[in-house]
């Protein structure tokens, strides 16, 4: 299904991270926290400035599966710092475009997140799944994440319910 490469975005990825932003609500709107019209209204100006703070630094950072020669984003996957849970990433907007699903996309997302957390000290990764969406919950405990038992409103909807997942970095 051809190759890519995991790296942290640049400010060279904004147009495509966008592109890739809006296929992602377009295709799971349960699974993110903002809608597809408000991301869609959004300025380039906008996503490149969010591509730029997620590009440097140790309090947030995103992370892009390229298949290169300018071809469109086919994964993205996220990690930032939340007080409430020092000492830990919280890995945020997991997505892997659906013909690669069921591959090492999302593998290779993960660790480059992981990887990220180690080097910024942080020994343990965090995730929220909603509630019911067992072929995500199967693919995080493949990559070691355990349930923890906790179960948290969805931050956006609140008849849905999440369950955190934890892995050791």
Do not use: C
């Not at 996220?78 to 007080?83: D, E, I, N, Q, S």
Request: proline letters at 5%; zero cysteines; a neutral charge.
């Amino acid at each position: 299904m051809g190759s890519w490469n995991v790296h942290r975005v640049t400010a060279d990825d904004a147009a495509r991270m966008r592109a890739l932003r809006l296929e992602m609500l377009a295709d799971s709107p349960l699974a993110f926290l903002e809608t597809l019209a408000s991301a869609a209204a959004r300025s380039h100006e906008s996503y490149r400035q969010r591509v730029i703070q997620a590009a440097t630094g140790d309090s947030i950072a995103s992370f892009v599966a390229d298949p290169g020669n300018g071809e469109p984003l086919i994964g993205h996957a996220g990690g930032t710092v939340a007080p409430e849970f020092p000492g830990e990433t919280l890995i945020f907007a997991v997505y892997v475009t659906p013909a690669r699903r069921g591959g090492k996309v999302l593998a290779d997302l993960i660790e480059a997140v992981a990887e990220w957390s180690r080097s910024a000290g942080r020994r343990r990764t965090m995730l929220e799944v909603v509630v019911g969406n067992d072929r995500a919950v199967r693919a995080y405990e493949k990559l070691g994440f355990t349930d923890t038992g906790e179960r948290v409103p969805h931050p956006v909807i609140p008849t849905l319910t999440e369950l955190r997942m934890r892995r050791s970095v």
